[in-house]
């Protein structure tokens, strides 16, 4: 019965390592997306209707869509997809590969030590989420709050147009 | 009811933030940095969720919750500083960002 665990797992893992190999930054973006999605599966199967739902709207909804704009606006084309192919040819990634899988072979050691827990099959409903985020954790929604607003002025006063104010004189030599 | 033990979802969890960090490490292009810190970002939710079901309280997904709008606030003010960025230089390479002065 953990088989559709196992084949969200492995679609994740997979479109992941898609993700960071591919040249053109829009297929890595689609890939992204569905990472996310196998993501989600994993969510909802392991009692958590509510993220799986967070996480499909929000980030393969909002913050892809973001990525997806400013690639757009950036403009990217063929010559910039051949030089980024030329960037991630063979052995760059022989060094980083080792140090992460050195890593990531201490975590699954630490992860199997205390391995043979199943997770509850207790689903917690959205409800329950809604209480223990508006009453113990009621700080840190203000916070988030606070967090978002830093984010939405930070983001406008980056992304606004600087008008150029060249003096008359200035103008005149310059053309 | 589907029950899967705690360590393989943790494993999961894992491979997916590995593979985001080999992608920072790797990648050039700024734009796939961003997209690999999104990667790690999703997969330490990913073990918080796991987590919080393990013991059945809503705590790790509370947790994820303040995740994804850190996230959100993150992205957009990120994709502020690459257009700006890009605006500059006219490339999104980050080795040539090294000659920013002021």
Redesign the interface.
């Known amino acids: 019965m953990n088989t559709i665990f196992y084949i969200a797992a492995g679609v994740a893992v997979i479109s992941t390592g898609l993700v960071i190999t591919r040249a053109h930054s829009v297929h890595a973006l689609l890939y992204l997306i569905v990472s996310l999605l196998a993501v989600s599966v994993v969510f909802f199967i392991s009692g958590a209707p509510f993220i799986a739902a967070l996480e499909v709207i929000i980030y393969a909804g909002a913050i892809m869509v973001l990525f997806i704009f400013v690639i757009m606006m950036l403009n990217v084309g063929e010559a910039s997809k051949k030089q980024e192919q030329q960037w991630i040819r063979g052995s760059i990634w022989i060094g980083p590969g080792i140090l992460s899988l050195i890593l990531l072979g201490l975590f699954l050691y630490a992860a199997v030590e205390g391995a043979g827990v199943p997770l509850g099959a207790k689903v917690v409903s959205p409800k329950e989420v809604g209480i223990s985020l508006f009453s113990t954790y009621l700080l840190g929604v203000e916070i988030a709050a606070m967090l978002l607003l830093a984010g939405i002025i930070g983001a406008y006063h980056l992304g606004k147009q600087k008008k150029k104010v060249v003096h008359r004189f200035m103008k005149e030599d310059s053309t | ?12 969890s ?10 920072v ?5 700024i ?2 940095m ?3 810190v ?2 790690m970002l ?1 997969a330490a939710g ?1 073990a918080f ?2 987590a ?11 947790m ?3 995740i ?10 990120g ?6 960025l ?1 605006k500059h230089f006219r490339s ?1 390479d980050s080795d040539s960002y090294n000659q920013m002065k002021g």
């Open positions: 009811m589907i029950h899967i033990p705690l360590h393989e979802g943790l494993i999961l894992g491979i997916l933030f590995f593979m985001g960090f080999l992608g490490i790797v990648r050039r292009n734009i796939f961003l997209m690999s999104e990667i999703n990913l969720v796991l919080g079901a393990h013991w059945g309280e809503p705590d790790g997904q509370v994820f919750t303040f994804l709008t850190m996230a959100a606030a993150e992205v957009s003010v994709l502020a500083l690459i257009l700006q890009y999104l």
